[in-house]
């Protein structure tokens, strides 16, 4: 376990600083185009000149279409300074032929803005200051219809007066779309992805009350209340990534949403190994888990950067869920197609980091919630049928408990003790009505507390005592306070062993119990008198494996098999609840 966590630390680091580069090296390559293309309708030599105390962008004629270009500095939009005051201008060349039908001016970015076309006053964003006192807060996105006059074929200029003192913290860029675009394509765009993104919130946070409810209500299942939070959190996490788009927030606001983000991010990227973690029931979990929520803490210090940190967060997750069920595959050959899809989200992450924060995370991200539901699906009907074939097989134990040749035997052996010993006659009936009493209560239950259990059986070997005339009992070792146990699973093992035997009194009945960790572990010993040809695929032993499932599909165990002149039965289960 301690090399496997190694193994999968290292391959984190690696993947993640891969990752890492392959986010900057894309960021510098955008920077560099952005700053050197020039296309027709699309904004080229961006430049600004950062305004002293008492300047204005009026007094150094920074709207003039020629000046003096020496105190001017070259940038990408993304490159805009922040808590300056400062002019902006960028040049455009409009071509008539290829200009969309409805042009207008879009910007996004974190800055107080008087926009200019051609130095005429296109329009005010916030109030430009030069300080923080001075100056009132943007939206963070603008949308203004270009005048006819200024779309005539040629170079234009817009320019601008900023300030940026209120973003809050140091952000890797303040600028992050600055473009002429067709209004009417743009409004459809953002419909639509406002349309997918509601609908998407709306199932998850479905999914998230569904399946609290299931938990609360159906099945206490941890792997049902994880997948409940997840789908909450990524719910407000999905809802708090596309405000952008639903509200214009003024800019000042910008680092709390992120950081809301990041918050976020950190949750789900955490929930979302520890979700399989519970699902595939790994040994010493809370191993796992200390060592992913450690990791996870170092990537979130790694990077300043909002967007990277984000990024390098789910990637470590990706990383995590994806050795859980590598883990699992070797293990129990199960998790083969989340490996496969977790391998590939990882993949797109690390190899094309560009597009991940605006379309690949989403697409991941929907794959993800799918695969975790269809595998919770799997788990509540795999339960729900075990739950029916333990309520047929509960029926059938009953029934066979009732059978006629078990009743005629022992009214045959009452009618015998009636005329040799009336006395024990009379204890045999009450043994009999004591036995079926207490069966047939434990029969509505799941789960019985170990003392009931053992009191069944001991009732069963006084009958037994009784009718072959031999003295039985039933030897306990190990603690039993605070036990549970399946209902009825000893005592059909031990009436089995009556049925395929017959037992010398001098050989007592062996149950050895003992608790490790969260797991119980019965050894229950049965003499048998020779060598039995038995496969254990009777009702009885349905019945017992049909209970344990009950109690959990993949942590419960039965094996039954003689040794020398004993019949061994082995029962493992986590300790459950009475019910």
């Known amino acids: 376990m301690r090399n496997q966590l190694i193994l999968c630390i290292s391959t984190l680091l690696v993947s993640l600083v891969a990752m890492q580069k392959a986010v900057a090296s894309s960021d510098d390559q955008n920077q560099k185009i952005a700053t050197s293309s020039y296309k027709n309708n699309v904004f080229y030599d961006i430049k600004i000149r950062q305004l002293n105390k008492g300047e204005t962008s009026e007094s150094l ?44 001016l879009l910007t996004g970015m974190l800055a107080s803005v008087q926009f200019y076309w051609d130095g005429e006053l296109l329009t005010t964003n916030g109030k430009v200051g030069d300080s923080r006192r001075k100056e009132s807060p943007g939206l963070i996105s603008t949308l203004v219809h270009i005048p006819d006059s200024g779309l005539s074929p040629g170079i234009h200029l ?33 419909l639509t992805i406002s349309m997918i993104s509601a609908l998407f919130l709306g199932v998850l946070l479905i999914l998230s009350i569904i399946f609290q409810l299931v938990y609360w209500l159906y099945q206490r299942n941890l792997s049902f209340q994880l997948f409940s939070f997840f789908c909450f959190i990524s719910t407000i996490l999905l809802a708090t990534e596309q405000a952008k788009f639903w509200l214009n927030y003024s800019y000042d606001w910008h680092v709390f949403r992120l950081s809301l983000i990041y918050a976020l991010t950190f949750l789900v990227s955490f929930l979302l190994p520890v979700f399989y973690i519970q699902q595939y029931q790994l040994p010493r979990k809370k191993d796992w888990v200390f060592v992913i929520l450690v990791s996870l803490l ?18 470590g997750s990706l990383i995590w869920a994806l050795t859980i069920n590598l883990y699992q595959l070797k293990k129990e050959r199960s998790g083969k197609v989340s490996s496969m899809v977790i391998f590939l989200g990882l993949t797109f992450v690390v190899l094309v980091p560009k597009y991940f924060n605006e379309v690949g995370f989403g697409f991941i991200f929907i794959c993800l919630v799918m695969l975790m539901l269809v595998t919770l699906i799997k788990e509540m009907r795999n339960h729900k049928d075990q739950s029916l074939q333990a309520v047929r097989v509960r029926t059938e134990q009953l029934r066979r408990n009732m059978q006629p040749h078990f009743l005629m035997n022992c009214l045959t052996q009452l009618m015998e003790l009636i005329e040799i010993k009336p006395k024990d006659a009379i204890v045999l009936i009450s043994a009999l009505s004591d036995e079926f009493r207490q069966l047939t209560k434990q029969s509505d239950q799941g789960c019985v507390v170990l003392i009931d259990e053992i009191e069944l059986c001991n009732k069963h070997l006084k009958i037994m005592s009784l009718r072959y005339q031999q003295e039985y009992k039933l030897n306990v070792t190990g603690k039993i306070e605070n036990v549970n146990v399946p209902a009825s699973i000893l005592h059909s093992q031990i009436e089995n062993c009556f049925t395929h035997n017959r ?77």
Not at 77 to 104: D, G, K, Y
Not at 298 to 315: K, P, R
Request: hydrophobic letters at 35%.
């Open 158 to 190: 817009l320019s601008a007066e900023m300030s940026t003192f209120h973003i809050g913290k140091e952000l890797k860029s303040i600028g992050y779309i600055l473009g002429v675009f067709d209004e009417q394509k743009l409004s459809s765009l953002v």
């Open 298 to 315: 170092v990537l979130s210090i790694v990077n300043q950067d909002y967007d990277i940190t984000s990024s390098l967060l789910f990637g």
């Open 61 to 104: 004629q920074c709207h003039r279409k020629v000046v003096d270009e020496f105190k001017w500095q070259a940038i990408s939009f993304a490159e805009l300074p922040q808590n300056q005051h400062f002019c902006f201008r960028a040049s455009i060349n409009i071509e008539q032929t290829t200009l969309m039908a409805e042009p207008v």
């Open 503 to 579: 037992i010398s009194s001098d050989r007592p009945f062996e149950l050895l119990i003992e608790q490790v960790k969260d797991k119980i572990h019965l050894t229950l010993k049965t003499p048998i008198e020779k060598k039995v040809n038995h496969k254990g695929t009777g009702s009885g032993e349905r019945y017992i494996k049909a209970k344990l499932a009950e109690v959990s599909l993949n942590k419960s165990s039965f094996t039954s098999y003689q040794e020398q002149k004993c019949w061994l039965s082995k029962f493992t289960y986590p300790n459950i609840e009475q019910g």
